[in-house]
Nanobody
């Protein structure tokens, strides 16, 4: 099983970015899928997550600015980020709990991370 992220980059404050994360490799079910971030010198924190049924949760710091969505047919999760602030600067990691062929329970997988930098 692999998670592959894309969409990070450098953007000015107030701008927007869209992150994508696709899962592949003998997948039976994924629930939930989400995004975490880690800024320099800080602990990794949850940003948003979404269940297979479409129920989403957000960190208070991103509510109203970020939108998480997923395409179950493509095993892909998206994070639409708007009104970006310098404090959103971090490495963003995709996370998914995946039930795969040959396994008997769900396992948490992580992507390698994608850098998001917001300049003031």
């Amino acid at each position: 099983v692999q998670l592959a992220e894309s969409g990070g980059g450098l953007v000015q404050a107030g701008g927007s970015l869209r992150l994508s994360c696709g899962a592949s490799g003998g997948i039976i079910m994924i629930n939930p899928m989400g995004w975490y971030r880690q800024a320099p010198g800080k602990q990794r924190e949850s940003v948003a997550s979404v269940t297979s049924g479409g129920r989403s949760t957000y960190a208070d710091s991103v509510k109203g600015r970020f939108t998480i969505s997923r395409d179950n047919a493509k095993n892909t999760v998206y994070l639409e980020m708007t009104s970006l602030k310098p404090e959103d600067t971090a490495v963003y990691y995709c996370n998914a709990r995946i039930w795969a062929v040959g396994g008997s329970y769900g396992v948490d997988y992580w992507g390698k991370g994608t850098q998001v930098t917001v300049s003031s």
